[in-house]
């Protein structure tokens, strides 16, 4: 298979693993939004793909899940967020956990909390009250890390990104 139609279907699955991560799996409504996984699949996309799909997936994966659970007034903060999350890791190299991407879930996580005490800031007006999103937000982060750390490490053993993904 041509590597651009590998990118493209890689892409295409990782929207969808992270909208149903974001969505579904362990989404917990709290505060002003709700605390989920979904950041896990948007750290391993931005493992495995080139970084301009790294992006489209994070910020489409987690906007569509935005639009269809109840929240569309974070659609914008939440492409916004997601695209710089996938900034923080990279794609190259044959293994999942580099030394970027061990420390990368951590700058994402500044990240996120800093772009949704923003996001509420400008959405209601105070900023005080968003301070209250915060341990929300370090809760999803912590819980993120746990779970891409689990993925990657098992993806590394299987030898995942020169195995299957190639040369993307």
């Given at each position: 298979?041509?590597?651009?139609?590998?990118?493209?279907?890689?892409?295409?699955?990782?929207?969808?693993?992270?909208?149903?991560?974001?969505?579904?799996?362990?989404?917990?409504?709290?505060?002003?939004?709700?605390?989920?996984?979904?950041?896990?699949?948007?750290?391993?996309?931005?493992?495995?793909l080139p970084a301009p799909f790294?992006?489209?997936?994070?910020a489409l994966g987690a906007g569509l899940s935005d639009a269809l659970t109840g929240f569309p007034q974070y659609i914008l903060f939440t492409i916004i967020i997601k695209l710089l999350n996938a900034l923080c890791f990279t794609g190259k190299g044959t293994k999942l956990l580099t030394k970027r991407n061990i420390a990368a879930p951590f700058v994402s996580a500044l990240i996120t909390i800093a772009g949704y005490y923003l996001a509420d800031v400008f959405l209601y007006g105070s900023w005080v009250s968003p301070l209250a999103t915060i341990p929300q937000s370090l809760i999803q982060a912590g819980g993120s890390l746990a779970v891409y750390l689990i993925l990657a490490f098992?993806?590394?053993k299987l030898d995942f990104k020169r195995r299957v993904l190639g040369a993307l």
């Open positions: 298979m041509r590597s651009g139609y590998k990118r493209l279907i890689f892409t295409a699955v990782f929207i969808a693993l992270i909208f149903i991560t974001t969505a579904y799996i362990l989404h917990i409504p709290a505060g002003n939004g709700y605390i989920h996984i979904g950041d896990s699949l948007i750290y391993l996309a931005a493992s495995c790294a992006m489209a997936a994070a098992a993806l590394d």
